[in-house]
């Protein structure tokens, strides 16, 4: 069974920083392109940003030079550093294997940005 939990989301200030983590179990990580997409009340899920297998990643133009996104595959784990948080970067974040048609999701980890 695949499951993806995330974690390390929580309430920061404007300008502050947190690290978002994604642990991956029930299927075989490395070969998969992986992702964090998030979700605003009221709002369509969006690509954050995606690293594909071989490393190569793509951050989407609204947190570009913010956020970083990295993987580590001995772990099977995402991780996504945001930094310089603002209160628009509030939403559900969620991990995922495969993109956006994939049926691997995570349940989503809060980040509420205070201004």
């Known amino acids: 069974q695949v499951q993806l939990v995330e974690s390390g989301g929580g309430l920061v200030q404007s300008g502050g920083s947190l690290r978002l983590s994604c642990a991956a179990s029930g299927i075989r990580f490395s070969i998969y392109a992986v992702g964090w997409y998030r979700q605003a009340p009221g709002k369509q899920r969006e690509l954050v940003a995606a690293?594909?297998?071989?490393?190569?990643?793509n951050i989407a133009d609204s947190v570009k030079g913010r956020f970083t996104i990295s993987r580590e595959n001995s772990k099977n784990s995402l991780y996504l550093q945001m930094n310089s948080l603002k209160p628009e970067d509030t939403a559900v974040y969620y991990c995922?294997?495969?993109?956006?048609?994939?049926?691997?999701w995570g349940q989503g980890t809060q980040v509420t940005v205070s201004s």
């Open positions: 690293i594909t297998r071989g490393g190569s990643t």
């Open positions: 995922n294997l495969g993109g956006w048609s994939s049926d691997y």
